[in-house]
């Protein structure tokens, strides 16, 4: 079946730019995930869905980052006045269960690369 | 949170095991230690997860000390399309907490 999607793939914008990220977790899955990867280092959390509740929103680095999930499903990750330090690859990640360490899997998409000149 | 320690990188021939280990010496009793690997270009994939004991999967076998302050993943055969970052994870409620994991090259 299909997997996590995200788009665009890349984005370039202006320092100063809102931009809008997409991600469509697999049908059905309850938990959905951001983080954010600089180049050569792993991803770092951002925030966690459980359906469309945030339940943690304690790595987003800023107030210009927002996120949101409104139906339960698709998500999008707002980041407002865009800085070159948001240069990153931003992935999305669904699990089919509530959070769990003994049995959570999850399902990561492609990421968006976003470059900010 | 607990940390875990990996190698910077590793280098296996095509065909041959791959040990890949990890440190976790502040592991709690409720951890669970997870890996995931991220080949270039994608998002990363699940690979293995145990508590206690070792386990195996279709992709690779995960043994876990009995101290449990250190785990090693196994690939069996390595291939050129296991060449990935593998990323070693102490897994509680949420997120995941990745480190710079390891970067595995295959060489034919």
């Known amino acids: 079946g299909a997997g996590v999607s995200q788009s665009p793939r890349y984005k370039v914008a202006k320092r100063g730019q809102d931009v809008a990220l997409r991600c469509d977790p697999i049908?059905?899955?309850?938990?959905l995930f951001w983080y954010q990867q600089a180049l050569g280092q792993g991803p770092e959390f951002l925030t966690y869905?459980?359906?469309?509740?945030?339940?943690?929103k304690s790595g987003l680095p800023s107030d210009r980052f927002f996120a949101e999930r409104p139906e339960g499903s698709v998500s999008t990750l707002k980041i407002q006045r865009t800085q070159q330090e948001d240069s990153a690859v931003y992935l999305c990640?669904?699990?089919?269960?509530?959070?769990?360490?003994?049995?959570?899997?999850?399902?990561f998409g492609p990421g968006t690369r976003l470059t900010v000149l | 949170d607990a940390k875990t320690t990996q190698p910077n990188s590793m280098e296996s021939n095509e065909e041959e095991p791959v040990h890949l280990p990890c440190n976790h010496s502040?592991?709690?009793?409720?951890?669970?230690i997870h890996w995931y690997r991220q080949l270039p270009s994608q998002g990363p994939e699940y690979v293995i997860h145990?508590?206690?004991s070792n386990v195996n999967n279709r992709m690779a076998s995960l043994a876990i000390a009995e101290d449990r302050k250190s785990s090693t993943l196994i690939l069996h055969r390595a291939t050129l399309r296991d060449a990935a970052v593998y990323y070693c994870?102490?897994?509680?409620?949420?997120?995941?907490?990745f480190g710079a994991g390891t970067q595995v090259v295959v060489t034919p």
């Open positions: 990640a669904s699990s089919s269960t509530v959070s769990s360490p003994s049995t959570d899997t999850q399902y």
């Open positions: 049908s059905g899955h309850v938990s």
């Open positions: 869905f459980q359906n469309e509740a945030q339940l943690d």
């Open positions: 502040t592991i709690s009793g409720t951890d669970y």
């Open positions: 145990g508590l206690t």
């Open positions: 994870i102490l897994r509680g409620w949420g997120k995941l907490q």
